[in-house]
């Protein structure tokens, strides 16, 4: 699904650049678990946005689905954007005149899809979701937690092949989190690949497959089977 | 561009900065009304004058006398003289140019009292002495009867040809006053037509207020000699007036033994020159109409730009969404494009309507106001043009594409990425 091959990215900085991916190598299959780990500033953001197609890289190679993802101009971004990605952020980012319905059919709108139709489709998607009494809610009305997963019913409802999600739990409590990250198992289990950045240990040890990055590389990679390990030696940390 | 969905999206872009929006539409709006009211203010004028003196030979000139204005060959400045009957034949034989030459006498109504007669009724009116070419000079619609003839200079008949006023006030609506008389100022004349102005420009009194009195006969029953207190003439197709107008005061002057410097002597009107100076009058309003209409107009425009700016900034975040979701730069380039145009052109639209509203609204209080008959005002129908309404609405959507440009192409430098970043 995801093949990367010595990639570089730095940051131009005035006369400093800033090198934040130093000859990356990373493979991920389709219906795989993944999330990223590393220190702040280790640049997980900055991966998850070239993958994404957000941002681009300096060097090295990315295929996407087999698709040679290079420099390419704002429109093709957007199309495969809209239709192998979903993107679950952080702080959510919803459109705040939208209500929940209306955000979540948004990608379908891209995809000129009728407004009928696609509140229809929103409205399931909410209701897998357990959000279906909120569907006429504006996201001010929301609870983090249910923010959070009206922006998953928005990633999902493109039927994408990848969810990318950028510390999605990071602005939830515990319980909430938990939640989510049942969520975002369950979309895995369909089949989708889902990719997550996180910081906190108990995320990162309910994904299947976990990348650390350090200095710019990938430092370690933690797979199913030693998640047992893994868990066991961050608690002893 | 007609799928609703769009226009949902514009309203709901716009519907929630309702303050901001209404602002500047309001800019847009105030152009396109001020545009509109000032042309069609601007044209009212325009036709109100040009009405007035379409009619009039514009290739004609009037002569007077004055007293001398410098001392000639003896006589002292400010000598009393005045042209006379052998003028005009000499000017006839002297200028080929001259196409109509005729002399007018007065006599006003000064000295108080009511001048004219008949039965019970009395009036005050001007007197005027005329030749039959003067109509041609100066024309009058005959609304009854005929006007002087050359029979009527010959005989030095005792009839008169009487403006629309003096009817009214001298005759019943239903009387035909053809073939009466009138008695003026002690003497019985034959009414033998009824005429109405076709110019405001009055020279001696309007002639809806006048009674002309054949030439010949004014100069005997008032005993004037031969004097002539009043000419006009008109120049042949193809010679400016203006070098007959010339010609006739050297010729004059040199006649009457007057300095050929003094300029008070001989007194003129050039109506050529007059229009020329009405026509770069009007000239002169619109383009300041169009300056000042359409420097209001770029303001609301620039408005409108440096509006949607603001917007463009504040959504940074949202486009970035809609463009990590899907939306490519082209969906969000013609949603703003979109958004400017519908703002600058429903106000625009709505200015322009109640502009052309209110010039409309003018027209009929004007039209209905009770204005005596006659009592023509210097403003008609004041208007905007079917093609000056289409144009600027063409300028306004051209207007609103505009201002939607810079604000789209900052939304197009913004990069999901960018508007992602957390602060
Ligand atoms: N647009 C940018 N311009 C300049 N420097 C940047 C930019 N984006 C990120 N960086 C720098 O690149 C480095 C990696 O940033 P990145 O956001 O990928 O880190 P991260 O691993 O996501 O950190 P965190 O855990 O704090 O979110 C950081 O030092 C950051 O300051
Ligand atoms: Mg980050």
Redesign the interface.
């Known amino acids: 699904m995801i093949q990367i091959r010595d990639l570089h990215k730095s940051y131009e900085m005035g006369h400093n650049s800033l090198h934040v991916l130093k000859g990356l190598h990373l493979d991920i299959e389709e219906g795989e678990f993944v999330s990223i780990m590393g220190s702040s500033g280790s640049g997980k953001s900055t991966l998850l946005?070239i993958l994404?197609i957000?941002?681009d890289y300096d060097r090295g190679t990315y295929y996407l689905g087999g698709k040679l993802i290079q420099g390419l101009n704002?429109?093709k971004a957007?199309?495969t954007?809209?239709?192998m990605i979903?993107?679950i952020?952080?702080?959510f980012?919803?459109?705040?005149?939208?209500n929940a319905m209306e955000n979540v059919a948004?990608?379908l709108?891209?995809?000129k899809i009728s407004?009928k139709k696609r509140n229809q489709i929103a409205l399931e998607y909410l209701d897998r979701l357990g959000l279906k009494e909120w569907a006429h809610h504006l996201p001010s009305e929301l609870s983090g937690g249910q923010k959070q997963r009206v922006a998953i019913a928005?990633?999902l409802i493109?039927q994408p092949r990848i969810i990318l999600a950028d510390e999605p739990t990071g602005a939830l409590d515990s319980a909430t989190s938990l939640e989510v990250m049942e969520i975002l198992k369950e979309i895995n289990d369909q089949g989708k690949t889902v990719i997550l950045v996180t910081h906190e240990h108990d995320i990162a040890a309910m994904t299947k497959k976990i990348i650390k990055l350090k200095d710019g590389v990938i430092e370690e990679v933690i797979k199913n089977g030693e998640l047992l390990a893994f868990k066991n030696r961050v608690s002893t940390e | 561009m007609f799928d609703?969905?769009r226009w949902?999206e514009i309203w709901?872009a716009l519907a929630?900065n309702k303050v901001r929006s209404l602002l500047t539409a309001f800019g847009v709006f105030w152009g396109i009304f001020m545009l509109i009211v000032m042309a069609g203010a601007g044209k009212g004028l325009q036709n109100g004058v040009t009405q007035g003196t379409a009619k009039f030979a514009a290739n004609s000139a009037f002569f007077w006398s004055e007293q001398t204005g410098e001392p000639y060959k003896g006589f002292k400045r400010g000598r009393y003289w005045h042209m006379d009957s052998e003028d005009i034949q000499f000017l006839k034989d002297n200028i080929p140019e001259i196409e109509y030459i005729t002399p007018r006498n007065f006599t006003g109504r000064w000295g108080g009292g009511s001048n004219v007669i008949r039965g019970k009724k009395n009036g005050s009116f001007n007197v005027k002495g005329d030749y039959p070419d003067y109509i041609k000079i100066d024309p009058a619609t005959i609304l009854n009867g005929r006007w002087i003839n050359e029979l009527d200079i010959r005989d030095k008949r005792k009839v008169c040809v009487i403006g629309e006023k003096v009817f009214e006030s001298m005759f019943d609506p239903k009387e035909n006053p053809i073939g009466e008389y009138l008695k003026i100022s002690g003497v019985y004349y034959q009414v033998i037509g009824v005429v109405r102005a076709e110019t405001t420009i009055n020279i001696n009194g309007r002639t809806e207020e006048s009674i002309c009195l054949p030439f010949t006969t004014m100069l005997q029953t008032y005993n004037m000699g031969n004097t002539v207190n009043f000419m006009a003439i008109t120049a042949k197709r193809g010679v400016p007036v203006s070098i007959v107008e010339e010609r006739v005061k050297e010729l004059i002057k040199k006649k009457h033994v007057i300095a050929p410097e003094d300029l008070q002597a001989l007194n003129s009107v050039n109506i050529e020159k007059e229009f020329e100076q009405m026509n770069g009058l009007f000239l002169g309003i619109q383009i300041l109409t169009w300056i000042v209409g359409i420097g209001t107009l770029l303001a609301g425009v620039i408005g409108v730009s440096n509006i949607m700016l603001v917007i463009i900034k504040e959504r940074t975040?949202?486009i970035?969404?809609?463009?990590?979701?899907?939306?490519?730069?082209?969906?969000i380039i013609s949603q703003i494009m979109l958004e400017s145009v519908v703002l600058t052109t429903v106000s625009g639209y709505l200015g322009l309507s109640i502009g052309v509203g209110l010039l409309e609204l003018v027209n009929k209080v004007m039209e209905n106001s009770p204005t005596p008959t006659n009592d023509r005002v210097f403003f008609t129908n004041p208007s905007v043009s079917l093609t000056v309404a289409l144009s600027s609405l063409f300028v306004l959507v051209l207007a609103g594409l505009l201002a939607g440009l810079i604000p789209a192409s900052r939304a197009?430098q913004i990069?999901?990425?960018d508007a992602?970043r957390?602060e």
């Open positions: 946005n994404g957000l941002d704002e429109t957007a199309l954007r809209n239709e979903g993107f952020f952080q702080s980012n919803l459109i705040s005149f939208k948004l990608p709108y891209y995809q407004r928005r990633a493109s | 609703l969905d949902n709901n929630k975040k949202e970035g969404v809609q463009r990590a979701i899907g939306a490519t730069p082209r969906m197009m990069k999901p990425i992602l957390e």
